[in-house]
């Protein structure tokens, strides 16, 4: 029962532009949202969160866009860089915070 | 604030061996987690703690997976009976309190041959 997906596998951005990485679920009651990011061998660093009282969350180069009717949320990076090249994870759960579902994880790969 | 620290980083071990990870969270995190990823999925929640007790293990992959936190502070996750299917990444982390985020170390891989 996969209840977070991220359907794009891999996702190949200039350098400069804009990334948008995108993740849906099933469950109506996950909350609390979170982005991840992981190099190989490495453990996912957070990046950003949203709860659902919000559409939108910023930080930095980051923003997080929440559509709960859609059941949908989107990772916005402006300007992409060639660091940001890794494996990103969204993940939803409930505010509670007892566990959290992770998606499959899209690749980003930033042309420099 | 030093960050989750998982050991060991690998460990290689021959089918039929149990193996056990440890894993100190960030100070003053009163909930821990392990979870469990494997190639080209996303980390898989295994079981929690808030402080010593564990409050959810029914997604323990099989009754060789144990988990501990006798004192609140580390945590340790043990496979016993290794399996190659056991061969993955498992990743811990920490939450200040209930509903914020969740903070992961750098993971132990396990290679069963």
């Known amino acids: 029962d996969q209840q977070v997906k991220q359907n794009s596998p891999s996702l190949s951005v200039q350098e400069g532009r804009i990334s948008i990485l995108n993740c849906d679920y099933t469950?109506?009651?996950?909350?609390?949202f979170l982005w991840y990011k992981k190099y190989p061998a490495e453990g996912p660093t957070f990046l950003i969160s949203i709860s659902s009282i919000k559409d939108k969350n910023e930080d930095g180069r980051f923003t997080v866009f929440l559509n709960k009717s859609a059941k949908h949320l989107s990772l916005h990076i402006v300007p992409s860089q060639p660091g940001d090249s890794a494996v990103y994870f969204c993940a939803a759960g409930g505010y509670t915070g007892n566990q959290f579902y992770f998606g499959t994880g899209t690749s980003l790969t930033v042309i420099p | 604030d030093t960050g989750v620290s998982q050991d060991p980083r690998h460990k290689i071990t021959k089918r039929g061996q149990n193996v056990t990870f440890r894993c100190d969270p960030i100070?003053?995190?009163?909930?821990l987690y392990w979870y469990r990823q494997t190639l080209g999925q996303g980390p898989e929640f295994l079981t929690y703690f808030q402080n010593e007790a564990q409050l959810e293990k029914s997604r323990l992959l099989s009754d060789r997976f144990s988990a501990e936190r006798p004192k609140g502070s580390f945590s340790t996750l043990e496979i016993q009976r290794t399996e190659q299917g056991d061969s993955a990444m498992y990743l811990c982390?920490?939450?200040?309190?209930?509903?914020?985020?969740?903070?992961f170390g750098e993971g132990s891989w396990l290679t069963v041959v």
């Open positions: 469950n109506s009651m996950f909350d609390y």
């Open positions: 982390a920490s939450s200040p309190t209930q509903g914020n985020t969740i903070y």
């Open positions: 100070s003053e995190h009163n909930r």
